[in-house]
């Protein structure tokens, strides 16, 4: 089977369609609190986070770079394109599911168990670069549970700096809903230097298994610009399913504990990105969130709500990597 230029073309469009599924899939990390409290308008809102998202997208290439070339080397692989077709579609099949239902899932968990699966599926367990994948791996699991300690930490210093103040509760949540504003903006902008490079890694991917690149590293501007395109619009589609969720169902958000949630989830993504490690913002603002809440009081925080959201974190790897195994194996009696 020839790998040719129409492969790489379709992987260009159903990467960017990730990336815009992305958008408006994880809308709700950028703006779930701040639309919550009514710091901004729900419109408003929207705006500048896929401002925001589009800026972020076009400043590091640290995270695009690890997902190009750390699970497997595409150089490698004999149908590299073909697996990065059916990563592509059970990543956005995915997705869709989990955006459908209102679970704020990981895009980031869909689009890696996915690459993994399609690999396994093309070229055996021989070709997963272990090592790279348990980085991420770790990445991954570490970073919400950083968010959901980090969260719980700087809620209760808060708590107890303005206890001394004595500053009326009224006053100190109007502050913050001006300060919300400043955290949404943060949150947005350090979730378009993650996620919007998981669609630029995978693009780099289908370039180097066609031999239209020889450098994995090597991030194209092209690349950069249509995926960070991509995340902004699907950003501004919104998704209000997972803004419910995000927003109210975990616990009840204030102004104070919601710009501390975004404080902490954008530090942490930020952290990570400068790592070149992707995370997902998803589970990482979910944690802030349960974290802010405990610190207020642990019965607040709707663990049912949340311990549906982890049971999601920890399946999404395996099934993404079953469906696109699939959807390898099928495009492969055709293609």
């Known amino acids: 089977m020839e790998t040719g230029l129409t492969l790489v073309v379709l992987v260009v469009l159903l990467a960017v369609s990730f990336d815009f599924i992305n ?3 994880d809308t709700a990390n950028a703006i779930a609190t701040t639309v919550s409290t009514k710091a901004l308008p729900p419109r408003i809102a929207i705006i500048l986070a896929a401002s925001m998202n589009f800026i972020g997208a076009l400043t590091f290439t640290g995270v695009a770079k ?12 004999d149908f590299g394109v073909l697996v990065v077709i059916a990563a592509l579609l059970a990543a956005i099949t995915w997705n869709l599911v989990t955006w459908w239902y209102g679970i704020p899932s990981s895009s980031s968990h869909a689009l890696i168990g996915s690459l993994a699966g399609a690999v396994i599926a093309s070229a055996g367990w021989g070709q997963i670069n272990w090592s790279g994948f348990m980085d991420i791996f770790k990445a991954l699991i570490l970073s919400p549970i950083i968010a959901l ?3 719980y930490i700087l809620m209760n210093l808060l708590y107890l700096l303005f206890s001394r103040v004595l500053t009326p509760p009224t006053k100190v949540n109007r502050g913050f809903r001006y300060f919300q504003i400043l955290t949404a903006a ?3 902008f350090t979730h378009g230097t993650n996620d919007a490079q998981k669609a630029m890694g995978i693009i780099v991917f289908a370039l180097v298994a066609a031999n239209l690149q020889q450098d994995a590293t090597h991030i194209p501007f092209w690349v950069q610009f249509i995926c960070a395109l991509a995340m902004g619009l699907g950003t ?11 927003g109210g ?11 501390t949630a975004d404080l902490t989830s954008a530090t942490i993504i930020f952290s990570f990105t400068q790592l070149g490690m992707p995370v997902s913002s998803t589970h990482v603002i979910s944690s802030a969130i349960m974290g802010v809440g405990a610190a207020k009081r642990f019965k607040n925080v709707n663990w049912g709500v949340a311990k549906r959201i982890v049971i ?11 469906i696109a195994a699939l959807f390898y194996l099928v495009l492969a009696l055709f293609l």
């Open 249 to 259: 169902k975990i616990t009840k958000i204030e102004p104070i504990n919601g710009a």
């Open 149 to 151: 300690i980090g969260g």
């Open 66 to 77: 690890t997902i190009g070339g750390k699970i497997a080397d595409p150089a490698q692989l």
């Open 236 to 246: 501004s589609v919104g998704g209000w399913k997972i803004i419910k969720t995000v």
């Open 312 to 322: 999601t974190w920890f399946i999404t790897l395996p099934i993404s990597a079953i």
């Open 186 to 188: 943060l949150q947005a």
């Open 23 to 25: 958008g408006f899939h």
